[in-house]
């Protein structure tokens, strides 16, 4: 009987120990709370609102004298809730379809809570404000400064800025920091697509004229210089012939001077030029010999008959 008394009593305590253990636990669980390292809390006290910064474990009076929100202060990237892709005209009247992000953070649980209460009631609030602030910068372009060939006229990157500009003016005072706004994504309606691609073929072809009208330019250009280059060239080269041809002519009067004096002599040298000039290398000719200029030919002959018939 004594034994089965002390079995009951040691599983009694048992019992007990196991109950004071789960009270425990119960009442840690109650008043307390975990922030992790990558969660900020904002702690409501009977409606006083406190911040919580540091991770770990914190003590807190159970509900309803202390109500615990936790959010994660981590960067979020938010692409709109309702729709993605919004549709909206250019300054030039053009309409294109826009998907924009935008990257931030909670930096102020406790002003993001009293004003935003939670994170899908912000993103919400932040749907309406990226839209209004797509329409109204998008509004100041026109269509070839978000699609063209030439980067130095694309301004995505202004836009960018000036849509985050729009959006931490409203965010700042939420307990919200605007890290990035991005255009991801850039399309035309497919209405408007055959005459979106027409406008931009008339662009190329009006671009294309232009440098093809410049290359003419250049080209008769550089053909006029050429030819004023070659009309300089002529003329400093006649300049010059005709100076050498007055030199010439100059040293030939010595030469026709000398001639002057003795017209047989002069006579005889041209007949033996036009014979050089006639006859050439390896040449025979049967000519008769009275005809200028072979008559010089006989003339030795002459001569030399003349010695015979005289006896020299």
């Avoid at 912000?122 to 404000?129: H, I, K, P, R, S």
């Avoid at 006649?238 to 002519?249: H, L, T, V």
Wanted: net charge positive.
């Amino acid at each position: 009987m004594s034994t089965e008394n002390e079995t009951k009593k040691t599983r009694h305590w048992g019992t007990m120990f196991l109950g004071a253990i789960v009270a425990a636990l119960f009442l840690i669980i109650i008043f307390s709370f975990q922030v992790k390292t990558t969660e900020c809390a904002v702690v409501s006290t009977l409606g006083r609102l406190s911040t919580v910064d540091s991770p770990g474990w914190h003590w807190r009076w159970p509900y309803p004298i202390q109500s615990i929100h936790k959010f994660d202060n981590r960067v979020r990237c938010f692409e709109g809730s309702a729709g993605k892709l919004e549709e909206t005209l250019t300054k030039n009247g053009q309409n294109i379809i826009i998907g924009s992000y935008v990257n931030y953070k909670i930096n102020d649980p406790k002003a993001f809570y009293k004003q935003m209460v939670s994170v899908i009631s912000a993103e919400g609030y932040l749907t309406d404000w990226l839209r209004s602030a797509n329409k109204a910068i998008i509004g100041r372009y026109n269509f070839d400064q978000f699609v063209n060939t030439d980067p130095n006229k694309m301004m995505l990157d202004k836009m960018e800025i000036e849509i985050k500009e729009l959006l931490e003016d409203k965010c700042k005072s939420r307990g919200m920091e605007i890290i990035t706004v991005g255009i991801n994504c850039i399309e035309v309606p497919k209405s408007n697509t055959k005459e979106v691609f027409n406008r931009m073929i008339a662009e190329r072809k009006t671009v294309s004229s232009g440098f093809r009208s410049k290359g003419k330019r250049e080209a008769q250009k550089i053909r006029t210089e050429a030819d004023q280059e070659k009309m300089n060239i002529l003329t400093e080269a006649q300049a010059q012939a005709k100076g050498i041809r007055a030199e010439g002519d100059a040293e030939a009067a010595k030469y026709y001077a000398k001639f002057k004096e003795n017209p047989e002599l002069a006579i005889f040298l041209r007949k033996l030029d036009s014979l050089k000039k006639v006859m050439g290398k390896k040449t025979t000719l049967i000519l008769d010999t009275d005809s200028a200029p072979f008559d010089i030919l006989k003339m030795g002959s002459e001569k030399l008959d003349s010695n015979k018939k005289t006896g020299k």
